[in-house]
């Protein structure tokens, strides 16, 4: 009797925690928000802006991203832009470099990390707004206005821009998988900016007030979520910005997704470690579950499917509706599994093939992620997956 019951109880608890996780979560947003409503004052204004370029040897992508910044619609005067190189050793600073008659100013710093990068880059520049671009992000040329508009609200202390895949080139199914979630994402994005603050910024387009500035305690964290969510633990609200754009290539294949996700949720979950007081609901109300929501909660989703297929199959013999939820769980990961193989045919394209493929993906990096956290492995230098250059952990004890 004991099995069954422990396996009952798993059974329907992870249903429970994969159901919240998805849905119930989405259902108490949306309601949060319609009881909220908190729209962002917004006026047309162009305060001082210091757009930050943080870069690891991108000689392909550098002058592509300075002819889009300089080419953007805002007063020449009330725009600074700097390349900030985490130690580059290609040609990304012969290429910056001869964009300085045009104002464009390199910050060479030596290989420490991305964050200590932007860190140092923030001590040198003059804006009163910060924003922060990845190398590969084209910005759609009013962009800037639309992040800055919102500025004029005072509660506002940061705001996120809307990333576009642009149409896949030579990519796998993972860029349909990949669009298809930042599409829903960004529909979540704008409910939790109706609540108070998104839970946190992503690192092709957003901006913060410099005073607001904080530089994160850790190397190991992701910077977006670690500058972005420090706006909020100072008491101001980080909210989304659909119309400021910023064009983006997906993922090549399947593998540098992978590595690239093992690497932003590994990093992202010590962000939430760093940021552990932002989950008190007393201090920071509905935020809080925001966060644990997003981004704490999901993240165990792949424990819990493991234990939901685990659970199914010990009580399939026990009554018709849990054969049917095990063998419905084991199709499922099978039509991912031919996904995967047929992920570079237009086979592979085929809806029932490539979002359990894409979701599987997903979840696998995310149990990767948390099983590394929890061994006290660390992700502190960065090495952008466009390049075919994978992260590796450095293995030192949080």
Request: proline share 4%.
């Amino acid at each position: 009797m004991m099995p069954f019951s422990i396996s009952w109880f798993a059974f329907w608890i992870s249903v429970a925690m994969i159901f919240y996780s998805y849905a119930g979560f989405i259902l108490l947003t949306i309601v949060v928000a319609r009881v909220r409503n908190r729209r962002v004052q917004q006026k047309p204004i162009t305060p001082k802006v210091s757009l930050i370029v943080a870069v690891w040897n991108e000689e392909r992508a550098i002058a592509e991203r300075l002819d889009n910044a300089l080419a953007l619609d805002y007063p020449a005067g009330q725009l600074e832009i700097v390349v900030a190189s985490d130690g580059s050793d290609d040609q990304t600073h012969a290429i910056v470099t001869g964009y300085a008659k045009r104002g464009v100013r390199l910050l060479p710093f030596p290989r420490r990390g991305k964050i200590y990068a932007i860190k140092d880059a923030v001590n040198l520049v003059t804006g009163e707004i910060l924003v922060f671009s990845d190398a590969n992000s084209m910005y759609k040329s009013d962009a800037l206005r639309m992040l800055m508009r919102n500025f004029a609200d005072p509660e506002v202390g940061g705001v996120c821009g809307n990333q576009v895949y642009l149409p896949a080139k030579k990519t796998d199914t993972t860029s349909d998988g990949e669009g298809m979630y930042w599409s829903f994402d960004k529909w979540l994005k704008t409910l939790e900016s109706l609540t108070g603050s998104i839970v946190s910024a992503h690192g092709a387009i957003y901006a913060i007030r410099r005073s607001l500035y904080e530089p994160p305690a850790s190397a190991a964290v992701t910077d977006d979520f670690a500058i972005s969510t420090a706006v909020i633990a100072q008491g101001h609200r980080l909210v989304f910005e659909s119309a400021a754009i910023a064009y983006e290539e997906p993922t090549a294949s399947a593998a540098l997704e992978f590595g690239r996700k093992v690497r932003i949720m590994t990093r992202g979950l010590r962000g939430v470690l760093l940021r552990q007081r932002l989950l008190n609901p007393w201090r920071y109300g509905f935020y809080s579950v925001v966060l644990f929501s997003h981004k704490v909660l999901r993240r165990l989703v792949p424990v819990f499917l493991l234990i939901l297929l685990g659970a199914s199959w010990l009580l399939s013999g026990t009554h018709i509706f849990y054969l049917g939820a095990a063998a419905a769980q084991t199709l499922f990961y099978l039509l991912a599994g031919a996904g995967y193989l047929l992920r570079g045919h237009r086979l592979g394209r085929l809806k029932f093939l490539s979002m359990p493929f894409f979701y599987c993906l997903a979840n696998a990096a995310a149990l990767i992620a948390v099983t590394r956290v929890l061994r006290g492995q660390r992700i502190e230098f960065w090495q952008p997956q466009r390049h075919g250059a994978v992260a590796q952990p450095v293995n030192q004890k949080a």
